[in-house]
């Protein structure tokens, strides 16, 4: 399995953006998905997740101004992030889990100025 995230970039705060994350293979609408991001001097922390069902939960800092999806079709998970403060600037990680195994994209950088 092969993760391609995209659509980092530059924002001011108050702004939006949308991070896509393309999956190879054929496990992709049988996995759990993840968006994890990882600050300057930060640990890896858990952003948002979705169940192959599904079902999402968040971390308590970005409910109610980030939104994980998914595309079966498309194998691909998006990460809608509105209202952007300078304290989301991390490099974001998607991240697939399937039967115990797990996969790491490249990280794409998201940067919110003030």
């Known amino acids: 399995v092969q993760l391609q995230a995209s659509g980092g970039g530059l924002v001011q705060a108050g702004g939006s953006l949308r991070l896509s994350c393309a999956a190879s293979g054929r496990t992709f609408s049988r996995s759990a998905m993840g968006w994890y991001r990882q600050a300057p001097g930060k640990q890896r922390e858990l952003v948002a997740r979705?169940?192959?069902?599904?079902?999402?939960n968040y971390a308590d800092s970005v409910k109610g101004r980030f939104t994980i999806s998914r595309d079966n079709a498309k194998n691909t998970v998006y990460l809608q992030m509105n209202s952007l403060k300078p304290e989301d600037t991390a490099v974001y990680y998607c991240n697939l889990k399937f039967l115990g195994f797990e996969y790491w994209g490249q990280g794409t950088l998201v940067t919110v100025s003030s």
């Open positions: 979705i169940t192959d069902g599904d079902n999402s």
